[in-house]
Structures are given as C-alpha cells and as structure tokens.
Nanobody, 123 residues
Framework: QVQLVESGGGLVQAGGSLRLSCAAS????????MGWFRQAPGKEREFVAA???????YYADFVKGRFTISRDNAKNTVYLQMNSLKPEDTAVYHC?????????????????WGQGTQVTVSS
C-alpha cells in the first residue's frame, strides 16, 4: 500500500509559479513510477507528467518547457515545478503511483492516488 499526500497548490496570477509536492508513505517509493494528473471542472482527468523509478521523465505537450517533474527518493517525495502558469492550467492536481515501465500517461494504469491539490491561475 502507498499513501500519497499532495501539497503546494494555491492561487497565482498568470505567468507565476508554483511547486507541488507529493509525499508518499512506505519504504519502496524508489521502485514506483510517479505521475501527475489534473482535472478541471467538467473535464476528464488528463496526464501532466511522470517520472519513472530510473528517472526517465515524460510530459504532456501542453506543459513542455513550463513544468518540471522531479523526485527525491530520500524524502519519498515527488515534485512538480510549474512556471509560466496560464489560466487554463487551473485544475485539481493529483499525484499517482504504480510500478509501471510503460503506459505512464494512462491514468488507468495507476493504482494509488492522492486526494489532490487545487491550483487556480487568475488572468
């Protein structure tokens, strides 16, 4: 079992930055692929970024060059640094975990999810 707790969301103006954190329980964090997904009101959950246990990173096209995912295995934490935020980035951001080697963009592949943290970007 893995428990995930997100933090770092909030209200920011367009062009601003936020860093989301996701703290994981358990002693096997380093073996998990970690993903960030987001869901805006009335929309489906969508992939944002993922980082595998070996450090390979994947991004949705709409965040490339603006967001950076990273992990600190010593702290059992994954981060999402979000720069140049846009109003369309407004959503609840969830982190997810699973032992994936592929299909890291598919939310259905992740067994463990956090409750989410709200990110609101004002224009």
């Amino acid at each position: 079992q893995v428990q995930l707790v997100e933090s770092g969301g909030g209200l920011v103006q367009a062009g601003g930055s936020l860093r989301l954190s996701c703290a994981a329980s358990g002693r096997t964090f380093s073996t998990y692929t970690m993903g960030w997904f987001r869901q805006a009101p009335g929309k489906e959950r969508e992939f944002v970024a993922a980082i595998t246990y070996s450090g390979d990173t994947y991004y949705a096209d709409f965040v490339k060059g603006r967001f950076t995912i990273s992990r600190d295995n010593a702290k059992n934490t994954v981060y999402l640094q979000m720069n140049s935020l846009k109003p369309e980035d407004t959503a609840v951001y969830h982190c997810a975990a699973d032992r994936l080697l592929d299909s890291v963009r598919a939310s259905t592949k992740y067994d463990y999810w956090g409750q989410g943290t709200q990110v609101t970007v004002s224009s």
